[in-house]
């Protein structure tokens, strides 16, 4: 039987990281990856771009996670420099501090991760199915450590399965979709394709500015899919034990920069400064074209009445939906979902070293473990420090 320092299972990023690091001290280390190449989801990244950090200062970063207190040793141990000092390329840093290569390409990243992994063994199409007593892998390897990067369950076309929860006896919390797309009963088809830009959208006391984006079947872009991990923190499902349907709304704040008592205020002021404009071109000062016609017959105006025939009633209706327009939601559109809530629960595992406390020497990595953030490069984040830990520790407990 084959038998090794430190055995890593899953070549995501989070095991890519976990094996540069361990094998800066070990030379006996091996990846064990499923698919016949490594990161194919790192590859799917910023739609191919790889939004591969967000350069927000470590303190502000950290607020945008669910558990910023299990993740602060980790950014500390890993920087962004750090990360960026692994490329002999640059990188650039857009809006909302999301930081990409320059190149605009996840094959670099990976291209230039893969290159620092000339110290270790890989082994391809190796799905790891048992771990037994003593760490032995489907009773065909040995390794004094484990370190778990198997990811969450989102695209399993990428390789993630609910099954590897299972590979050990680490207690795990409910798995639920994040930054999923969202599925409405309301017929879209006239719209789809259609963005709502820089709106507010919300569900109960949650709120998040953005576009959304209109699709066939529901809403997407990234207000919504970040709305989508709150809703999924909300309501209480368990993916390992099945599929969830949803029953809510969510409300869109058309024109988050005016108050309801302005609105009043302008359109009380220009229906009758302006009584002869269509409402349908009124409505252009506020929302995208290519919506005007659906949303006028939502609420129920006719687009070609003029402003001085808009009753009191109209007038409020029309205020009331700008504010809040609503979408009946019925589910999420999993497939689509980028990320994973939940997983390894983090009270059984130590932060600082990323070891379990149940079970020496089994560490863990990336999105198996119960962290998440929201879209704009914080999941990678996540993904690169908590491997760099893990196999830096690992590796410090061998020498
Ligand atoms: C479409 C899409 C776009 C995204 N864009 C971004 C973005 O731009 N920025 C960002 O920060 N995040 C993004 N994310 C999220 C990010 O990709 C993940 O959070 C990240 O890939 C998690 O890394 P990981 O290594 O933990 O898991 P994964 O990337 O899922 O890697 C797990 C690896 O383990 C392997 N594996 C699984 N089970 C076994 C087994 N039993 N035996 C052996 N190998 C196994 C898998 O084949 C896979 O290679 C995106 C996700 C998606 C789906």
């Not at 990409?100 to 270790?120: A, T």
């Not at 088809?189 to 984006?213: E, H």
């Not at 058309?254 to 071109?281: A, I, M, V, W, Y």
């Not at 473990?369 to 993904?383: E, F, M, V």
Request: with cysteine.
């Amino acid at each position: 039987m084959e038998e090794y320092d430190i055995a890593i299972i899953g070549g995501g990023p989070a095991g890519i990281m976990a094996a540069i690091a361990a094998s800066q001290n070990s030379s006996s280390v091996i990846l064990l990856e499923k698919n016949s190449s490594l990161g194919r989801k790192l590859l799917l990244t910023g739609g191919g771009r790889c939004n591969i950090t967000n350069n927000k200062p470590i303190k502000k970063l950290l607020s945008f996670f669910n558990n910023k207190n299990f993740l602060k040793h980790s950014f500390y141990s890993f920087t962004n420099n750090d990360l960026f000092s692994l490329f002999d390329f640059d990188f650039i840093t857009e809006d909302d501090d999301r930081v990409f290569p320059v190149s605009g390409k996840s094959v670099d990243v990976l291209k230039g991760l893969s290159d620092k992994l000339e110290n270790v063994v890989i082994s391809y199409n190796f799905e790891v199915k048992t771990i037994t007593d003593g760490f032995v892998i489907n009773d065909k390897l040995k390794a004094d450590k484990i370190i778990l990067a198997t990811g969450g369950v989102t695209y399993p076309q990428t390789g993630c399965s609910k099954d590897n929860y299972f590979l050990t006896s680490q207690p795990i919390t409910d798995i639920k979709y994040g930054l999923s797309p969202l599925i409405t009963c309301n017929d879209l088809s006239g719209i789809a394709g259609v963005t709502l830009k820089d709106v507010v959208v919300s569900y109960n006391k949650s709120k998040v500015r953005g576009n959304v984006l209109i699709s066939h079947i529901g809403l997407t872009g990234p207000a919504i899919i970040n709305l989508s991990n709150e809703i999924s923190r909300d309501i209480s499902y368990n993916l390992l034990e099945g599929d969830v349907d949803l029953d809510l709304v969510i409300g869109i704040d058309l024109c988050p920069d005016f108050s309801h008592e302005e609105l009043l205020d302008k359109f009380t002021n220009d229906f009758q400064t302006r009584g002869k404009t269509h409402l349908k071109n009124y409505l252009k000062n506020f929302l995208t074209n290519s919506f005007i016609d659906y949303f006028l017959n939502q609420v129920s105006l006719n687009c070609d009445l003029e402003l001085s025939r808009v009753n009191k009633k109209s007038k409020n209706r029309l205020i009331e939906n700008l504010k809040r327009f609503t979408f009946k939601i019925t589910g999420f559109n999993g497939d689509l979902a980028k990320i994973t809530i939940g997983g390894v629960d983090l009270t059984n595992v130590n932060s600082k070293t990323m070891e379990s406390t149940l079970i020496p020497n089994l560490y863990f990595a990336g999105e198996i473990l119960n962290l998440h953030g929201p879209t704009g490069g914080y999941n990678l984040k996540i993904a690169f420090s908590t491997g760099y830990l893990a196999g830096l520790s690992a590796s410090k407990k061998v020498i």
